[in-house]
């Protein structure tokens, strides 16, 4: 263990925001010294709710305890640490988590698909599901390694093997969706994109991610193919720019700690917390879709309610058929992927 510092509060936070006393609120990042796992940390290092940061990266040299011991200079009240890359030091970045947030694997360059991330990265989530199972068992693990729609059943069936699954417990990260969805209509609608709510359901890349308008407060934009490829591709947008160097760091990062955010608001009473999630759902079981994000309200156990889709128009359910097909090949792909490789 290296850069374990007490950064101290010297500002005073609105009381909105206080977590209370009792609230003792532990978040690890896994891949923490990533692109995304800075801005990640950085920000839940802001977040009042937090008051214990565990940072983990594979990744030796200084880079790690670099960002452990930068970020631990913030004057907010959590504590940071930085954890050696050994099986110890994993288990103890892990012991005691509330959230465990993984953003651990390799992004995509120009002309790859999330799938084609699949190789790599399967096993790295595999590697750390089991470290998550056997150190965490309990703490709520975020999913933003991508693909998503296959990573997020890989962590479920090393949980199920461990014995210790609880499908409340596990969220595929899907807000970017939501967060790229309400942004892209208000340039449009030229509204302030705090006051845009779009529902996006279904999973998280290209067809399977289905944005619905029809029930946002701009059904006229149902049908609107611009806005819909940029939905549905807009990870796409940012690889181009990125042009070999990554995909999207910044706006995950924030869609990554505002998930995170509603997960602590929601296990510290507050009511009425609802996200998308891709989440183990009963809304399509019998179809032989085992995973879906849909909004669900979320609570001190993790999942408190996972809603329907509601009323499609005919066009959105023209999608939802589309996302359902590809959704169903990627759920079995992480599947098979543990029952054929285990690992150690
Ligand atoms: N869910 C989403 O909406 C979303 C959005 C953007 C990116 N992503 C995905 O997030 C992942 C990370 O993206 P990035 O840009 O941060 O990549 P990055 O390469 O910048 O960072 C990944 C980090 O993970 C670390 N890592 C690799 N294997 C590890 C292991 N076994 N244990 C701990 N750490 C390990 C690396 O050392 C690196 O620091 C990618 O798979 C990307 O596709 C998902
Ligand atoms: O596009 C990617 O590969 C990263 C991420 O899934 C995104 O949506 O930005």
Do not use: W
């Amino acid at each position: 263990m290296f850069a374990a510092r007490r950064a101290f509060a010297g500002v005073a936070q609105s009381r909105a925001f206080s977590a209370s006393a009792r609230d003792l609120s532990k978040v690890t990042v896994l891949g923490a010294a990533g692109g995304i796992g800075q801005p990640l940390s950085l920000l839940l290092k802001l977040n009042p709710r937090v008051t214990e940061l565990a940072l983990y990266d594979i990744r030796g040299g200084p880079v790690l305890p670099g960002v452990a011991a930068d970020i631990s200079h913030i004057n907010t009240k959590s504590k940071v640490t930085g954890y050696d890359p050994t099986p110890s030091g994993l288990a103890s970045a892990l012991k005691g988590a509330e959230i465990v947030l993984i953003p651990a694997g390799v992004p995509r360059k120009p002309g790859m698909t999330r799938d084609d991330l699949f190789n790599t990265n399967a096993s790295i989530v595999r590697d750390l599901a089991k470290a998550a199972a056997e150190s965490a068992p309990e703490a709520n693990i975020l999913v933003i390694s991508n693909p998503v729609n296959s990573t997020v059943p890989i962590v479920a069936e090393i949980f199920k093997a461990k014995g210790v699954y609880n499908p409340k417990r596990l969220f595929g990260v899907t807000t970017l969706d939501v967060v790229r969805a309400s942004r892209f209509v208000s340039e449009i609608k030229n509204s302030d994109p705090v006051d845009e709510n779009i529902t996006v359901i279904g999973g998280h890349s290209g067809v399977t991610i289905v944005p619905l308008f029809s029930q946002s407060s701009h059904p006229d934009l149902v049908g609107n193919a611009e806005l819909l490829q940029r939905v549905q591709f807009g990870g796409d947008e940012v690889v181009k720019a990125k042009d070999g160097a990554g995909s999207a760091t910044l706006s995950m990062a924030m869609a990554g700690a505002r998930f995170a955010e509603s997960l602590l608001k929601a296990a510290q009473g507050q009511k009425g917390v609802v996200e998308p999630t891709f989440v183990d759902s009963p809304l399509y079981k019998d179809e032989g879709i085992d995973f879906f994000a849909s909004k669900v309200e979320l609570g001190p156990n993790g999942v408190e309610k996972i809603m329907d889709v509601g009323k499609l128009d005919a066009q959105e359910q023209k999608l939802l058929d589309a996302c359902k097909e590809d959704l169903k090949k990627n759920i079995k792909k992480g599947v098979v992927f543990v029952a054929e490789n285990p690992g150690k």
